[in-house]
């Protein structure tokens, strides 16, 4: 068995690398979901835009297909959600749900390393890839809180890698997988529209070239009309295809596209996010006065103005505050390129194309000679080095230049860590190419010398690292398990003080179902962000309608006056966290003025010493 | 042309011998070190603001306060008298400390207080794992005080629950202004850091083995090692170095609260190994950088035969050099000020793993003229394309 394994793992060296990167993944993204720093029905923040989802896959397992919408941007997502709540009812569906969210969110980190592993056939490139994509924070906290992102960040890894397939070899079924993969990342959300499209309407020409560019591309007769462009021609009309038939098959059970499709066209679904482009941008134009040539008219003519400030803003805002390490990751990324250089002894001048990318350094001398900040200048320097010496680099970077354009117009107005996230992945992909290729030159240094040591030493390198990953995982995951199971014990504990007129109330970052299932109590869910579900024994799990008539209240303690008038005692539940609540912000009125409501210790709780039971104080 | 076919290999006992004897001189002075390493200092980054008096108390008065600490190793706590006596007397007091209602730690303190605030220190025997635990102490006026005591409060509410005089509480923002402490040398300072590691001792093992061991992986492939005993031997120094920079950054974090678990005493680790690592990297990679300057300027077959091409060669070489300085020089200086953060649930911020050695200008500067001798050499690069070209066609 061990030498069969054995075996197996050097004939696909890269097999081990991406299960170990996945199982390494799927821990780390389970404990906080475990812990409930975030979950599909706590977001983490407050914000409160899952329940949108939640919400629509509610309605559409109940079979109200217009709740597949486009414009909400959960058209691939919602469906999911919906199947597990109809074949597992509310409660355990979302708990199936936040399984199935992490598992998919853990599956980006062994097809970014695939990627980097089928450009650069080096396994330090793809673990370098697992590391930073496992510790990616926004991948991880909008791939399992319940957002809607966590499918565009799936389509996004998922759109590059069978587009490196496609270069490596074009074959039919790749072009059609990657227009399919396109048109996912197309209609999950509106954003990412404009795009995709144009991902799909480029790809032909790239790939007419990807030998001078892909350093893999394998011999493929793609030569002629027929077997040439009309070939490559396949993934735009897959892309096509696939859309339409998802938008027609949405139209035709009832779903909506978006509010002015009908009368705008397909790619004016975002006509409100274009409205307020618009106005905020130009100010003589009114709300009510836009049309779609106005949209043209300012990304052509006031949007070139604002380029200056607005990258800087992106690169220190959105980027390099999001890149654990961001600086080493940069330091890496040139050195490696470097390498790349070394091995280019010869003519270490940059190509024709490569020159192109001293435009990136170029920009920032000429155009932002004021600034200040360290890290935009070294941001452009690497980006532009990189451009310079790495042409799959420049491929990927004109794919993403559109996704970086939107995020980069939209930046004052609707760009959050969630959308430029698809920027972080790309520079994750560099990065890890650069440092592939890097190792790949010096493998072919030491070949002559002696491989054998070399290669011991990059198995050894990456043994460590996955073995570091893995078990970094399994403690966070263990420790997780062991809170969870505490609270669990703590709510045991918690129903036995409790009398049968009890009323449960609880904060954000708890299991209202389990929180139900352990005390026997009804249970308000959230309520220092809007009181967001209630439940009861025996009553609906996806909520009763006990909270409508209290947002109509002015203030919040007139709304704790009419629970206890109604027969309830008011309980009050938050997780450990080291030490006992004294107090909370109710929400249940959506008022803005926020009432602090003291709680009373009623009860010592043995097992965790300064932790009790807790009463609402009236 | 091949970069690293010069070496010759050589027999167990050149370097690492070497590297063997700088390893026991590494162990030595850790050994040295290690010996001097104390720790004393508070358990909180913040002390409490003494400007509030709870009193007058007679002796048998009492004012309890609950408390909790994140490190290991509780070996004190301070508090705050005063009274109103004129010069300062001698005083008592029975110190406890509780946990639950179980008497801990107890004992009685002679010291001396007089009109102004004076800090009373009790030690006692280390509370070795007192994380996750809450504690109260009852701090109770000795029957020998001849003048009424006062002990001080905090209004800024650091502490859990409320300060309990004579058995009732005050308000709920009141604390008995306390600062739990640690006083500890020599092992258990190690002991400590361990246990703010995942899997504590062992979690620390295998930091060592993998930080240490990686750095002298990579000083064995500066040193050109040949066989496993010449690299472990250059592994055993990686490892000896490690531990020496621990034991220093442990001496240095001596007057520091928890330096274990607030990051103040990792990043001087890893940015000392960093720095040691990567110069060990740079010369690794400068071997090949070196064979690419040895080749541009003696290449009589090679194709880079004219001036021109040689001069844009050089040219390269400088641009990558100041880059290079330009990203050392961006990852040695200091933080920036972040506007937009991203939580993160787990180490609550996202380290752009500055190391703050320099300002802001070098880096600066550097990327600067990296960018204009890109530029030069994107010119030279165009300039010579164009003539190629314009050759070939004539």
Redesign the interface.
């Known amino acids: 068995m061990l030498k069969a394994i054995t075996v197996w793992g050097r004939q696909t060296p890269i097999a081990p690398v991406l299960i170990g990167l996945y199982v390494a993944a799927a821990l780390a993204r389970a ?2 979901v475990i ?1 409930l ?2 979950a599909p029905w706590w977001d ?2 407050g914000y409160g835009y899952a329940d949108l989802w939640t919400g629509e896959a509610l309605r559409l397992a109940g079979g109200d297909f217009a709740a597949l919408s486009f414009y909400s941007e959960g058209l691939l997502f919602v469906p999911a959600q919906a199947i597990l709540f109809r074949l597992l009812g509310v409660a355990s569906g979302m708990h199936a749900w936040a399984v199935f969210l992490v598992l998919v969110s853990a599956a980006i980190v062994p097809i970014a390393a695939h990627t980097v592993y089928l450009i650069t056939r080096q396994l330090i490139g793809a673990l370098a890839a697992g590391v930073l994509t496992i510790f990616d ?2 991948s991880a ?1 909008f791939g399992s809180n319940g957002w809607s992102d966590a499918q565009t960040f799936l389509s996004v890894a998922g759109t590059c890698w069978v587009f490196v397939l496609c270069a490596r070899k074009p074959t039919i079924p790749r072009l059609l997988l990657l227009g399919a993969v396109l048109a996912t990342l197309a209609l999950g959300h509106t954003t990412w529209l404009y795009p995709a499209t144009i991902w799909a309407l480029i790809t032909p020409v790239l790939l007419a070239s990807r030998k001078k560019w892909f350093p893999g591309a394998q011999d493929f007769p793609d030569s002629g009309i027929r077997r040439g462009w009309l070939r490559r021609a396949t993934a735009p009309l897959g892309f096509f295809a696939v859309g339409a038939l998802i938008t027609i098959s949405l139209i035709s059970v009832g779903g909506a596209i978006g509010a002015g499709a009908e009368t705008d066209g397909p790619f004016n679904v975002d006509r409100n996010n274009q409205r307020v482009l618009v106005v905020t941008y130009d100010k003589s134009i009114e709300w009510d006065e836009w049309t779609p040539s106005d949209t043209v008219r300012v990304i052509l003519t006031i949007f070139p103005s604002r380029i200056p400030d607005l990258v800087p803003s992106f690169i ?3 980027i ?9 990751v ?2 890496a990324t ?2 490696a390129t ?2 790349v ?3 280019r ?6 190509s ?1 194309w490569g ?1 192109l990318g ?1 435009l990136i ?2 920009y ?2 000429l155009l932002e000679p004021r ?5 935009v ?2 941001t ?3 980006i ?2 990189v451009w ?1 010496y790495i042409p799959v680099a420049r491929v990927l970077m004109v794919l993403f230049g559109p996704i970086l354009g939107i995020l980069i117009l939209y930046l004052p107005l609707t760009t959050q ?1 969630r959308h430029s996230n698809a920027i972080v992945f790309l520079l994750i992909l560099l990065a890890s190419i650069a440092i592939g290729m890097a190792v790949g030159q010096v493998k072919r ?6 491989s054998r040591r070399f290669m011991a ?1 990059q198995r ?2 990456i043994s ?1 690292g996955l073995i ?1 990953l893995v ?2 995982g399994s ?2 995951t263990a420790n997780a398990i062991g809170e969870r199971l505490a609270e669990g014990r703590y709510l045991e504990w918690l129903g036995e003080q409790m009398g049968e007129d009890a009323l449960l109330i609880t904060v954000a970052d708890v299991d209202p179902w389990q929180v139900l299932a352990v005390t026997g109590r009804p249970v308000i869910y959230d309520v220092e962000n809007g009181a967001r579900l209630a439940i009861e024994p025996g009553g609906p799990e996806r909520g009763d309608d006990m909270l409508a008539e209290f947002r109509a209240y002015d203030d919040e303690e007139a709304v704790f006056l009419a629970l206890e008038q109604r027969g309830f005692r008011l309980w009050f539940y938050s997780p450990w966290r ?3 609540r ?1 107090w909370f912000d109710p929400a249940f009125t959506g008022s803005r003025a926020r009432e602090r409501i003291e709680l009373t210790k009623v009860a010592d709780y043995p097992e ?3 932790r009790a039971a807790l009463m609402v104080s009236r | ?5 010069r ?1 010759r290999p050589r027999p167990f006992g050149g370097s690492s011998v070497v590297a063997l004897g700088l390893a026991l001189g590494a162990v030595l002075a850790s050994a040295v070190l290690f010996w001097f390493v104390s720790w004393n200092a508070p358990m909180y980054a913040a002390a409490p603001e003494p400007i509030f008096s709870i009193g007058p108390l007679a002796p048998g008065g009492s004012v309890e306060q ?1 408390f ?1 600490v994140a490190g290991s190793y509780l070996t004190g706590v301070d508090f705050f008298a005063r009274t109103e006596a004129e010069q300062s007397l001698p005083a008592n007091f029975i110190a406890r400390l509780y ?2 209602e179980v008497i801990v730690r107890q004992d009685e303190l002679e010291t001396r207080i007089g009109p102004d605030v004076e800090s009373v220190r009790w030690n006692f025997d280390a509370v070795a794992d007192p994380v ?3 504690f109260r102490l009852q701090v109770v006026v000795g029957e020998g005080m001849t003048r009424p005591v006062f002990l001080m409060a905090s209004l800024t509410d650091m502490l ?1 629950g409320s300060a309990v005089t004579n058995g009732i509480p005050t308000g ?1 923002h009141i604390d008995l202004a306390g600062l739990p402490w640690r006083e500890i040398r020599r092992l258990d300072t190690l002991l400590a850091t361990a246990a703010s590691l ?2 504590g001792i062992a979690g620390l093992a ?1 930091l060592m083995l ?1 930080v240490g061991g ?1 750095l002298g ?1 990579v000083m064995s492939a500066v040193a050109r090692s ?1 066989g496993s005993l010449e690299t472990a031997a250059w592994m055993v120094l990686g490892l000896s170095v490690a531990g020496l920079v621990l034991i220093v950054e442990l001496h240095r974090s001596g007057e520091l609260s928890l330096p274990e678990r607030h990051f103040r005493l990792w990043p001087g680790f890893f940015r000392t190994m ?1 720095l040691l690592a990567g110069t060990a ?1 740079a010369a690794v ?1 400068a071997r ?2 070196g ?2 300057i040895d ?2 300027s003696n290449s009589p077959g ?3 035969k004219d001036w021109r ?1 040689r001069s ?2 050089s ?3 400088v641009a ?1 050099l100041v ?2 300085f ?6 040695l ?1 200091g933080p ?1 000020l ?9 180490s609550e911020h ?5 190391v703050g050695l320099l300002e ?1 200008g070098p ?2 500067a550097a ?2 003229v ?3 001798v ?2 030069v ?2 010119s ?3 300039l ?2 164009i003539s190629t070209r314009r050759r070939r066609m004539t």
Do not use: C
Not at chain 1, 445 to 450: E, M, N, P, R, T
Not at chain 2, 1 to 5: A, C, D, K, P, V
Not at chain 2, 326 to 331: D, E, I, L
Not at chain 2, 350 to 354: A, H, R, T, W
């Open positions: 404990a906080p812990r720093d975030y983490g923040v924070p926004v906290w220190h805002g959105h390099a505050n999001a890149v654990h390490f961001y600086r080493w940069l330091l040139l050195l470097f390498v250089i070394a091995g002894r010869q003519n270490p001048w940059p024709r020159l001293l350094p170029g920032f001398l600034i200040e900040v360290p890290t200048a070294l452009y320097l690497t532009g080095v310079m860590a240094w030491y070949q002559d010398v002696d030493g050894m390198l460590a570091v078990g970094v403690v966070s080291g030490a006992e004294q965790q010493i300064g | 042309m091949r970069f690293l076919t070496y609950e909790e946990e639950g996750g635990r809450r859990p709920a995942p899997g295998v993998a990686g992986y040949s960093g990297l990679i090949p950088v064979r690419l080749n541009i090679g194709r880079t091409e844009l060669s040219l390269v070489i990558v880059t290079l330009a990203g050392v020089a961006y990852t200086d920036e972040v506007f937009v953060k991203v939580p993160i649930f787990e996202v380290s752009q793993g500055d802001h880096a600066r990327a600067k990296a960018t204009v890109w530029l050499v994107g030279g690069a165009l010579y394309q």
